[in-house]
């Protein structure tokens, strides 16, 4: 383990995105776009009930959800064509780290400044952009790849 940033990624993030695959044909690609959906709605709800205009802020947030989703697809397509390709966000943490570095600077300003009831939705907006971000770090599911048995006795299913 060199660092706690891989040690997610390999532990966590991977091992549910092959998972996901195997059983939702979800892949970790298509698993950031629906994180960073839920990170899109957490923040534009969370600014509306702290009473600012989301009207003027949603093209910012949507032009911002679109270029996360394209890259997103531009990198699933490219992990399709050469599998042996291993992901080029992988190695970047610091990218990973810079972001959650800032955004949890400008979470803890709203939080001081701002209202607190709407503290969840902050909370699950991190959790979004954070898991995008792992996400897009992991590698696809290998083509051979099946889950172990004892984890399919743990969660009570049935293997394809």
Same mark, same amino acid.
């Not at 195997?22 to 044909?25: D, E, G, V």
């Not at 205009?53 to 394209?70: K, R, Y």
């Given at each position: 383990?060199?660092?706690?940033?891989?040690?997610?990624?390999?532990h966590v993030? &991977?091992?549910?995105?092959?998972?996901?695959e195997?059983?939702?044909?979800l892949? #970790?690609? *298509?698993?950031?776009?629906?994180? &960073?959906?839920?990170?899109? %709605?957490?923040?534009?709800?969370?600014?509306? *009930?702290r009473?600012i205009?989301?009207?003027?802020?949603?093209?910012?947030?949507?032009?911002?959800?679109?270029?996360?989703?394209?890259l997103a697809?531009?990198?699933?397509?490219?992990?399709?064509?050469?599998? *042996?390709?291993?992901?080029? %966000?992988?190695?970047?943490?610091?990218? /990973?780290?810079?972001?959650?570095?800032?955004? %949890? %600077?400008?979470?803890?300003? @709203?939080?001081?400044?701002?209202?607190?009831?709407?503290?969840?939705l902050?909370?699950?907006g991190v959790?979004?952009?954070?898991?995008?971000?792992?996400?897009?770090? #992991?590698?696809?599911?290998?083509?051979?790849?099946e889950?172990?048995?004892? @984890? @399919? /006795?743990?969660?009570?299913?049935?293997? /394809?």
């Open positions: 383990m060199t660092n706690p940033d891989r040690w997610l990624i390999d993030y &991977e091992p549910l995105s092959w998972r996901s195997y059983y939702l044909r892949n #970790c690609f *298509q698993l950031a776009i629906i994180s &960073e959906s839920i990170f899109t %709605v957490a923040a534009l709800t969370s600014l509306a *009930q009473g205009d989301i009207v003027a802020l949603a093209p910012i947030f949507g032009g911002g959800w679109m270029s996360f989703a394209l697809i531009y990198l699933d397509k490219l992990m399709k064509r050469t599998p *042996q390709f291993l992901n080029p %966000v992988k190695p970047a943490w610091g990218i /990973r780290m810079l972001g959650l570095s800032t955004y %949890v %600077v400008v979470l803890a300003i @709203h939080w001081r400044f701002l209202r607190m009831d709407v503290l969840s902050d909370l699950m959790g979004g952009y954070m898991s995008y971000l792992y996400f897009m770090a #992991c590698n696809p599911m290998p083509p051979k790849w889950p172990t048995r004892s @984890h @399919h /006795r743990a969660l009570k299913l049935e293997p /394809r």
